[in-house]
T-cell receptor, first 114, second 111 residues
Framework: SQTIHQWPATLVQPVGSPLSLECTVE??????LYWYRQAAGRGLQLLFY??????ISSEVPQNLSASRPQDRQFILSSKKLLLSDSGFYLC?????????????FGSGTQLSVL | GQNIDQPTEMTATEGAIVQINCTYQ??????LFWYQQHAGEAPTFLSY????GLEEKGRFSSFLSRSKGYSYLLLKELQMKDSASYLC????????????FGRGTSLIVHP
């Protein structure tokens, strides 16, 4: 069966510090991978998605970046965090890039930038 | 772009029935998902509607009207554990079929 791992679960970082969140998927190959952010009182905002190794699409221009160095690994990074980067970050995967496939989410990372 | 609207918060009594509405405006609508999210946890899949009508799954049912851009999630025999946020998400060709989420409806079930 497929599983998705996301870490760390919680993170407190000072403004201006770097960030690296990692997500890995097991039990499937060539998954479509997604990073969403959920700010307090707001919906899930799509940040990045990837349909294959090295292929990253950005939905929101900001100081975050994403990389997919391996088929089942998706990394969210920042060189310098801002206060506005605080939020609940969710990695997700699905088997296909068509509309009918549901997303499977990781357990999330609660990021607080102070 | 896509616009998805759902109520911010609803309250209901244990054992009762509650209906959570979702309206959307999108280009090239494909389907609509409902997810449940408990505080601090990841969303979990509840239902998927692509055709008009009602889909029933135990205590939960979801309805879709494509012509009206409208869906609802119906929760019956409410339990305390149903207190959670309920997210409506739409996929469309206009959005590359990537699920776009509404802000979620926080449901509070009280005794």
């Amino acid at each position: 069966s497929q599983t998705i791992h996301q870490w760390p679960a919680t993170l407190v970082q000072p403004v201006g510090s770097p960030l690296s969140l990692e997500c890995t998927v097991e039990g499937t190959s060539n998954p479509n991978l997604y990073w969403y952010r959920q700010a307090a009182g707001r919906g899930l905002q799509l940040l990045f998605y990837s349909v294959g190794i090295g292929q990253i699409s950005s939905e929101v221009p900001q100081n975050l970046s994403a990389s997919r160095p391996q088929d089942r690994q998706f990394i969210l990074s920042s060189k310098k965090l801002l206060l506005s980067d605080s939020g609940f970050y969710l990695c997700a995967w699905r088997s296909d890039h068509t509309g009918g496939e549901k997303l499977f989410f990781g357990s999330g990372t609660q990021l607080s930038v102070l | 772009g896509q616009n998805i609207d759902q109520p911010t918060e609803m309250t209901a009594t244990e054992g009762a029935i509650v209906q959570i509405n979702c309206t959307y405006q999108t280009s090239g609508f494909n389907g609509l998902f409902w997810y449940q999210q408990h505080a601090g946890e990841a969303p979990t899949f509840l239902s998927y509607n692509v055709l008009d009508g009602l889909e029933e799954k135990g205590r939960f049912s979801s309805f879709l009207s494509r012509s009206k851009g409208y869906s609802y999630l119906l929760l019956k025999e409410l339990q305390m554990k149903d207190s959670a946020s309920y997210l409506c998400a739409v996929t469309a060709s206009g959005g590359s079929y990537i699920p776009t989420f509404g802000r979620g409806t926080s449901l509070i079930v009280h005794p």
